[in-house]
């Protein structure tokens, strides 16, 4: 079946953590491991519920402070610390622009509900036909329903789409609803990986 839709998860894909030493600072300054410091930030129950929209990014961010014992006053430095060594991957992003208008492209992201605005900010939305985010529709990833409201946006079938992801589980997700996928290690294997597959289907 030919490939209709190309879909990518955001945070390790099109953003990713490429220089480890502010949020090392950042660690160092609050007494924690580097681990500990990202297991607060992503792996808390509360960044669960935000990334589900049970709660706010905002209020996320003021749970993450009371842990560490901080200050509201404190939480927007810690913020732009924490992710001060992030960067979106524009070659990548024109890379997708240039399968449009050949493929529809579609976000499928577990994310906090600060995602959408951040991007529209940015310019960054204008890359996707449609943006799939966990806290917007309250299913994450590996879920199955996640997969099949992004398919269901772009109106795909499974099997005439490919998705993009890091994490092994998200893209064993996407293989459960039928998914072609790719497992993202490094930018350039994962472009060559994707035309090779749209040349194939």
Known sequence: MTIKAVFL?????????EFQAPRQHLAERLELEYEALV????????????????????????AVMSKLKLSAAE?????EQFFAGDVVDQDLLDFLGGLRPKYKVGLISNAWSGLRPWMVGRGIDRAFDEMIIS????????????????????????????????F??????????GMQTIRFKEPEKA???????????
Request: net charge negative; glycine share 8%; no cysteine.
């Open 39 to 62: 297991e607060l930030v992503f792996g808390s129950e509360s960044s669960r519920r935000a990334s589900v929209g049970a709660i706010s990014e905002d209020e996320h961010w003021n």
């Open 75 to 79: 939480m927007q430095v810690v913020r």
């Open 191 to 201: 472009k060559e990986e994707l035309q090779r597959l749209l040349q194939e289907r």
């Open 9 to 17: 998860d955001f945070g390790g894909v099109i953003s990713r953590t």
């Open 135 to 166: 806290a917007e529709v309250g299913v994450m990833k590996p879920e199955k329903r996640i997969y099949q409201l992004a398919l269901e946006k772009l109106g795909v079938a499974a099997a005439e789409s490919v998705f993009v992801d890091d």
């Open 168 to 177: 092994p589980e998200n893209v064993e997700g996407a293989q459960a609803v």
